[in-house]
């Protein structure tokens, strides 16, 4: 069975996911320290993904502020969902307000504008 995971969660990884990346690329450059311009470059990509993931941050946190909150039926807890079907950011179980696709097995392709277009 596959591992369902809020979308929101999926977006706060990845920007840690950078942030880890960059203080790494940074830290490589320290290895370069003979060659002054190698090492600018590793500092510079290393800095460009701290910025990227602190805008990718910002644009979650917007994002998140505009998310229908609803209650999740299996844990009772609050958590936001954006899209068509989505997961629970607490216990991952699987969630939609289309009443269309509710008994319907999980997919995330229901969130593109292509399937729905198509009748499912």
């Known amino acids: 069975m596959l591992n369902f995971t809020s979308k929101i969660n999926k977006i706060r990884t990845f920007a840690l996911v950078l942030i880890f990346g960059g203080i790494i690329i940074m830290y490589v450059g320290l290895f370069f320290q003979a060659h002054p311009l190698v090492m600018t470059l590793f500092m510079l990509l290393g800095f460009l993904a701290i910025i990227a993931s602190t805008v990718i941050y910002f644009w979650i946190g917007m994002l998140s502020s505009k998310a ?7 844990c009772n807890k609050p958590t936001k969902m954006l899209g068509r079907v989505d997961a629970c950011m607490h216990c ?3 969630l939609t307000l289309d009443p269309d696709l509710e008994g319907k097995e999980f997919d995330q392709a229901y969130n593109s504008k292509k399937k729905s277009k198509d009748g499912e």
Not at 68 to 73: K, L
């Open 68 to 74: 229908v909150q609803v209650t999740c039926p299996e």
């Open 92 to 94: 991952n179980e699987p």
